[in-house]
Each structure stands twice: as C-alpha cells, then as structure tokens.
C-alpha cells in the first residue's frame, strides 16, 4: 500500500504537470512493453515496436527490470522543462555518488537475481564513455518506441488535465484528488493507492507534482527515495482511446517527437477543410479547446446531444480531437493535430 501524508501547506501546493515527461514514458513504456499486462490498451504498440528493438536497448533493458525498483537518477526533476534534449541532458548530469546509490539499490533488489552487466556497472563511475551509451540509449528507444506516437501521447495527456482542471474548478485541491479514483483514493489528509510494497511518502510541506502518464499502467509511481529538497512526484495512469497505435497520427511511421504521417504535396493543414468541416463540425473542434462535455457543446451549439456524438465522432476518427469518459459525462479535447488544423484555417472560411 502507498499512502502520500499531506500537511495543510501540501494542500496548498498540490500541482499537476503541464505534458508528459519524456524520461517517465521511456521508463513506463519500456516495462510495459516487457510486461503482458493491459492488452486492450498496448497490444498494438508492442505489436509495432518490438521487432524495432534490438542490442542497442540492452542498457535500458538492465537497468529497467519488468518489475520492482529501477534507478531514481532515470526519472530526475526537470524543473518543468519536459523537452527530450533538457530531460536526457539531466540524466546524463547526475552527480556521481547518485548514480553510484542507485545502481548499488538495482544491484540489490530481489527484481535482480543476477550481476548487473558491466555497461550497466559501468555507470557508477561516471565516465564520459558510460554516460554518452546511456544518453545514446535513451534517445534510440525514445525514437523507435515512442516518437511516432508522441502527438498522441500527449493529446491523451491533455485530455486528462482537462478532467482535472474541472476537478479543481468544483472542489478546489480536494476535488482534484477525488477525481484521481479509483487508482488513488483521498481521505484527507492521506491519498493512497494499492502499491507493491508498503510505502509512506511524506510530504512535510514540499507539495506534490502529480505526473500524468501514458504508459503508467493500473496503479500509480513514485520515487523510491526522493531527495529531500524535491518536490515529491506521483505518476498515475490515464484514460485510452482503445485502438490509439493505428489512429490517424500516432501510426507509427513518424521519425521526430510532433511526428505523424506525412502529407502529401500541397496538403497542408487547411487542404480539404470544406469536405471535411461544414459549420457545426468547425465550430465543435473550435469549442473544445479548453474542453466540453457533449451537453455543454449540445446546449452552446443549440444541437441535440445526439448531433454532438455524430459529430464529435467523425472528428475522433479523423484524429483531430479526444474523448474521455469521467463518471456520467463524457469530456471532449482537441488534438494536435485539431490545433494545427484550426491555426491553419483561421482565414479559411467553412462550408456550410
């Protein structure tokens, strides 16, 4: 069992992450694609990505067994700055003695019977050579693994902090962190969550950084030992649109990590916006920027919910927005890719 203990200021500095964090999705995803579990919402990805692994994953693969403890020092804080370039730069930045600590933890966790591997020894010294594998390492699987998919990953993500933003409008940090269930549960002043090992975080007034997480699966993470002038961080798993790995966008096929499929020539984000937008469908993605459930969008349209759902899921299967079902409502986001449609057309004018 995992119980976070608040304090009154905790409350008060509760805060969710702005995007997912590279270094989280590389270490989450990496298990998940190891592990068999959660099939309905990975079992396409691990289809398409693993004849793509290969030697070059075998550093991550010893450091990031399929279960229990991996190195702290792979999921550092990025001081809100979740770009891929900054957040392997801070890895790679680690002081010595961390890595040193981390990887004595690994070599002792029951997860590892066996001796680490020398690259993987190799790491606790340091030395430019053992961290340019790991730096190499990361950005490889990020590319492989994740890249592809990462406009997704983070379309998903913002539709969860739509949920929460609305949690917080109704009922302040308390709604927040009762709108985490049923994954983690609020009983002021404790949030708990099944866990695999008893686990007391106390806050003491540092707050807590709640992390989003695609590839979090069924219950939530935390630091084994976080160092004590950091912010505590909890990563907790999020909602799927099942059958995201071949949804327009997140194909698998792109190379960078805002990469999709490639249009052809002359294509550009306002090609064909008639046939595909008439008014009410333009006006739908254009409402759902900051988020609407389908009666809001209903009764601000001045269309039966019904006309909502048919059109809100012509906009899904074309990748340009998120739905998410929270209790009797269900919560409609843009895309990226939505955003990159309006922002071009904003001089085109619709078809009816």
């Known amino acids: 069992m995992l119980r976070v203990h608040f304090t009154a200021d905790d409350i008060a500095r509760v805060r969710v992450a702005a995007a997912p964090d590279p270094l989280w999705e590389i270490v989450n995803s990496f298990q998940a694609l190891i592990r068999e579990e959660n099939s309905l919402a990975f079992g396409e990805w691990r289809r398409i990505v693993r004849p793509r692994l290969g030697p070059a994953d075998g550093l991550l693969a010893a450091l990031l067994p399929p279960r229990g403890y991996f190195p702290d020092f792979l999921t550092p804080d990025l001081g809100g700055s979740l770009g891929l370039e900054h957040a392997v730069d801070t890895v790679l930045g680690t002081p010595r003695a961390d890595l040193r600590g981390d990887l004595a933890r690994l070599a002792a966790s029951p997860a590892r019977p066996r001796q680490l591997p020398a690259e993987a020894r190799a790491l606790a010294e ?122 327009p966008g997140a194909t698998g096929r792109g190379s960078g990590p805002c990469s999709g499929p490639s249009a052809g020539p002359g294509a550009g984000p306002g090609a064909g916006l008639g046939a595909l937008l008439g008014r009410t469908r333009a006006a739908i993605l254009q409402d759902v920027v900051t988020g609407r459930t389908t009666g809001e969008l209903a009764e601000r349209i001045g269309i039966s919910g019904a006309a909502v759902s048919q059109h809100t899921a012509v906009l899904r299967q074309a990748g340009l927005l998120l739905s998410v079902r929270r209790s009797k409502h269900v919560l409609h986001t843009i895309t990226p890719a939505g955003l990159v449609l309006l922002d071009g057309a904003q001089h085109t004018p619709f078809d009816a």
């Open 126 to 247: 340091g030395t430019l050579e053992a961290l340019q594998r790991l730096g190499a390492a990361l950005y490889g699987y990020h590319r492989r693994a994740l890249a592809a998919f990462w406009p997704h990953i983070r379309a998903q993500v913002d539709a969860d902090r739509a949920v929460r933003a609305r949690a917080v409008l109704g009922g302040g940090t308390d709604g927040l962190l009762a709108s985490l269930r049923p994954v983690l549960r609020w009983q002021s002043p404790v949030l708990e969550a099944d866990y695999p090992v008893d686990h007391e975080l106390r806050l003491g007034g540092r707050g807590l950084l709640l992390q989003p997480s695609f590839f979090c699966s069924r219950r939530p993470v935390t630091l084994a030992a976080p160092l004590p002038d950091r912010t505590p961080v909890l990563v907790y798993p999020i909602q799927h649109t099942l059958g995201w790995a071949l949804m």
